[in-house]
Structure formats: C-alpha cells, structure tokens
C-alpha cells in the first residue's frame, strides 16, 4: 500500500510539474523566443520550437495522468528529461556558447547545476514509477451476507 501512495505521489509530481512548465512557457512566451534565439544551433527556428515544447510538456502530462497510456508517457517523458539533460550537460561544460537564461516560473534563480541534479531526481522518480506501475484500485463488492436459494 505504501509503494502505491509514493508512485502516486511521484506520478502527481511529474504531472504538475509539466502542466507548470507548460503555462509558464505560454505565459511568457515572447522572452522564451528571444532566449532560444540566442542559441546558435536553434536561432531560425526560435519560434517553432517555442511552440513545440510547451504542446509536449502539455501532451506529456496527458500521456502520465491517464492511466492507461501512463506507462508510455513515461517513458517517452524520461527519454526527453535525458534529452534535455544532454543540453544542460553541454551548457555545463561550454559547448553552446551562450547560455540562455533558465527561466522557468519561479525557477529563474536556479543554476543550471542544480537543475541537472533535480532532472536527475526526476529521472529516478520516472524509473520508479515504471517499475512500481499503480495497481488500479479493485471495487469493493458489498454483500448482504443472505445468500439467494437456488429455484428448482
């Protein structure tokens, strides 16, 4: 029972966590433009993928709440948190050149180190979660305890 409540949690966790990341890239979509432009490998294509991140965030979220397609998105939200992992390591280690500020709602103070381990707590929260699926909760049968006589 208490694995069930701690991947619940978990699962509750990753799906607020992208619906905000989500808002907070519509709601401040003009700085979020203007900071990709800055990198010299996304410039042209600022604006499209302004767009993109937030649908996926959004899509993600939707793939992880439904219980049906949970264990897919996931799956497909690790492979991504380990994509944008590779990014910060490459900011990390100076390889983009200009780093664009991180500014995600109230996370625009965080470092770009402190991030990367928080993606990596992230990470573990997702393999926990596809290894401890959640059980659907069985329904409970209520009985009158009169058991019916057989008609002959």
């Not at 519509?26 to 042209?44: M, R, T, Y």
């Not at 992880?64 to 990390?92: C, D, H, P, Q, V």
């Not at 390889?95 to 990596?120: D, R």
């Amino acid at each position: 029972m208490r694995k069930q409540w701690i991947g619940e949690g978990m699962v509750m966790i990753i799906v607020c966590l992208y619906v905000f990341v989500a808002v907070s890239k519509v709601v401040g979509f003009d700085p979020f433009v203007s900071q990709l432009k800055q990198q010299q490998f996304i410039g042209n294509h600022a604006v499209l993928i302004a767009i993109i991140v937030p649908l996926l965030h959004a899509l993600l979220a939707a793939l992880i709440f439904i219980e049906k397609t949970r264990t897919a998105g996931l799956i497909i939200s690790m492979l991504t948190l380990m994509g944008y992992n590779l990014y910060i390591a490459s900011i990390l280690l100076n390889k983009l050149g200009l780093a664009p500020c991180n500014c995600v709602g109230i996370w625009h103070t965080m470092s770009w180190e402190t991030q990367y381990i928080i993606n990596f707590l992230l990470l573990f929260m997702h393999w926990y979660c596809i290894n401890n699926p959640i059980a659907p909760e069985k329904p409970t049968v209520i009985t009158s305890g009169i058991t019916p006589k057989p008609s002959y």
